[in-house]
């Protein structure tokens, strides 16, 4: 298994079950477990745009120069290629990133969407010199499940297009589950093909009759059967190990399919399900047609917020202030944050008696009897107040007194 991710900078960073990285060409291949994010250095002075990676294979795409513009990617892959889902036209293993040469600077195709499954790569190219917006699906590697979608089970070592799918679509998104793959086009129209008829479900579930086996074609995935063949503004598809999801009407309704364990479909169920299904979102105290509020209100809500906002600051200050002086006052400098009891730093709770005990015991003599003065001087006070309150309740009821005799 591997992880990969690109920074702000457009660098690529590598950590888990790594291709071994070589400066040699003719080095064996070799896996490395790394537990740490380390920079893919190959691609350094060019801007890697995207990458996917199957169970031990990378694909990427990467600007031809130092900045990425407009469709100068170039796609690169390494790692195994047992099955050929390097796409470099043999099934010989690459420790470091090498071109696919169906997609090199000459050629009239660039990639802008790609995928892997466990064992198999899955692309989406638009022809540079055709003025029609067009694009074709090409996979390539393992093909026991048909996921290659090539109408066997064959596997490919070098990009082939997946020709039964239509050829004046634009395909806006493709993803690739274990064994399954899916496809999207602007209109709404969703293909998935590979393990049981597309779907991705193992094979101790799947269906029964007719329907059953692996889909080795493109299948058309229906919104809801017959009534809504296409699915309204779709965004994204996105596969899991043996599901799918859909993000539609720009992104305000979500659809999944496939296997249903854990609760991964999102709708509520923990069973499988052969066709879409719409998950629980939003939730139902969320309106995702809720119109945006005028600008004059937005603009007052936002003004009263920041005054609200100020008051708060003023107050903890004070608040701040006040906590600091009287620690000063009774420990003899100011209130620090590693003077805070723990429990109160921890869980935000704060047992006095208990609290309290703990402080006393961890206190050194010095603490201890600024401590006691701080007791005595405050227990001398207090008696003070009160004989002088006491002192002034009797010589007002004399002066009644002696106001009600005269």
Known sequence: MISLAIDYLGGLWIWGNCPQQSSSSDEEFSISQISNPIPVWYFHGHTVVKVACGNEHVITLVSAGEKHIGDDLMCYSWGSNKYGQLGLGDTKSRSRPQIIETFNQQSAWTVHELACGAHHTALLAVNKKLPA??????????????????????SVSTPAPVRSLPEDMYFVSVDCGLFHTSIVSTAGDVWSWGMERGVGLCPDACFTGTDSGDAITPLLIPCDGAHVPRFPEPVQVACGAAHTVLVANNGYELWSWGRGWSGVLG?????????????????????????????DVAERNLSEATEELAILRSK??????????????????????????AALQETGTFNVPKDWERM???????????????????????????????????????????????
């Open 360 to 406: 006393l015991e961890s206190a050194d003599e010095s603490k201890l009897i600024r401590l006691e003065m701080f007791y005595r001087n405050l227990l001398a006070g207090v008696k003070d107040k009160l004989m002088k309150r006491r002192i002034f309740a009797i010589i007002k009821e004399c002066l009644n007194s002696s106001n009600a005799t005269s």
């Open 133 to 154: 917006v067009q694009s074709m699906c090409r996979t390539f590697g393992l093909g026991y499940n048909g996921q290659l979608g090539l109408g066997n089970t064959l």
């Open 316 to 341: 903890l200050y004070l608040m701040e202030r006040y906590a600091s002086l009287l620690h000063g006052s009774i420990f003899g400098k100011p209130l620090e944050e590693q003077d805070l009891p």
């Open 267 to 295: 709708n509520g169920k923990m069973t499988d399900s052969y066709s879409p299904v719409m998950v629980l979102w939003p939730p139902v105290s969320m309106d995702p047609k809720e119109e945006a509020l005028p600008s």
